[in-house]
């Protein structure tokens, strides 16, 4: 599927699953998906480590939820489900300027430039 409709997709939707792959060391993997993902104001489901850095953006934005690979989902997609039956879901409500692409490619440019 071309990228632009992919984005089409991902902000019709009412709820967002991301996956971080299982696999040892796996607390620092951030996905281009994530940041797609929270522009879109969708509400996240991630399984991944809880304690990982996507798990930490994810809360600290208030943009959905991480559950461990052995965790259940059945209440989180239910409750989702409840709101879209209600007609009640809503756009997340975060500042996500710091997590777009312009703002992150500033970051590391500044980065680099403090290397020189």
């Not at 620092?28 to 797609?36: A, D, M, V, Y």
């Not at 991944?48 to 989180?76: N, Q, R, W, Y």
């Not at 809503?90 to 703002?103: I, K, L």
Request: one cysteine or more.
């Amino acid at each position: 599927m071309p990228h632009n409709k992919l984005l089409h997709h991902i902000v019709n939707a009412d709820l967002l699953l991301l996956t971080i792959p299982n696999t040892p060391n796996n607390e620092g993997i951030l996905t281009g998906k994530l940041f797609e993902y929270i522009g879109s104001k969708n509400f996240i489901l991630c399984f991944g480590p809880k304690d990982g850095d996507a798990a930490a953006i994810i809360d600290s934005l208030k943009c959905g939820t991480t559950l461990d690979f052995s965790e259940d989902p059945t209440e989180v997609i239910l409750q989702k489900y409840r709101e879209w039956q209600k007609n009640i879901l809503s756009p997340v409500d975060s500042d996500s300027q710091e997590f777009t692409r312009f703002n992150l490619t500033k970051k590391l440019s500044d980065l680099f430039d403090s290397l020189i």
